[in-house]
């Protein structure tokens, strides 16, 4: 990408070394700045098999970073996977909800877990909401934007999946349904099969670096 485009449109891809830090199951686990250095942090959340590790691979390989985001077991997974991105962002994978199978206790665990990280964490600066384009908004994914509202923390919507929508129509309808629930904040599309939508959401994230 040319010098110009990024001046315009505020995109560039993160350095190409990003790893892994922590998978924590509890906050005293939730990994502190390096050398006292906070690096903005972007939360990714969503239902279970929304297309989370496919989003963040393709943001990852937008960046040519080598590294793997491994979808979870659907419910099984109670953990939030920390990664540095470059020298950029750290990136906060949170564990798939709405799995039906899970236990109420485990799914207790799971509320706790993300609440005390979205109320006390410190770093973050942004989450990323996924909704399956075709699917729209379902219970848990309101109760969770309405949490992030009542918090104040700042968040866009990613409307994953978007190739499965075939015709126009059926894309407008789509994104018509998310619309109507959430009428005013950024609604980014998006396809891991095509790419569509990385730039956007890349440029999203690094908003967030320019309002520090
Ligand atoms: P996660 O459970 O939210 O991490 O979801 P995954 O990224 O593992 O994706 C769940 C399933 O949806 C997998 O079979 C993916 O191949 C598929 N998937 C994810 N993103 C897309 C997409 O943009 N388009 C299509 N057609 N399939 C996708």
Request: proline share 6%.
């Amino acid at each position: 990408m040319s010098q110009a485009l990024r001046k315009t449109t505020g995109y560039r891809p993160p350095a190409a070394n990003c790893r892994f830090i922590i998978s924590a199951a509890r906050p005293e686990q939730f990994p502190d700045g390096a050398a006292g250095v906070e690096l903005p942090e972007i939360a990714f959340l969503g239902r279970s098999n929304v297309g989370k590790s496919s989003l963040l691979n393709a943001l990852a390989g937008a960046g040519k970073c080598k590294l793997a985001f491994v979808s979870a077991r659907p419910g099984c997974t109670q953990f939030i996977n920390f990664y540095r991105i470059g020298d950029d962002f750290t990136f906060a994978d949170l564990p798939g909800y709405g799995f039906a199978k899970v236990p109420l206790e485990k799914k207790r665990e799971w509320k706790r877990l993300i609440e005390t990280y979205l109320l006390h964490r410190e770093p973050l600066r942004l989450c990323v909401l996924l909704l399956d384009a075709r699917r729209g908004w379902m219970d848990q994914d309101l109760d969770l934007k309405r949490w992030l509202e009542v918090q104040g923390r700042p968040y866009i919507v990613v409307a994953t999946k978007m190739d499965k929508l075939k015709t126009q129509q059926e894309e407008l309808k789509g994104i018509e349904a998310i619309r109507a629930q959430y009428p005013e904040g950024e609604l980014l599309p998006f396809s891991a099969l095509t790419g569509r939508g990385a730039r956007e959401i890349w440029q999203a994230i690094w908003k967030t670096k320019r309002q520090q």
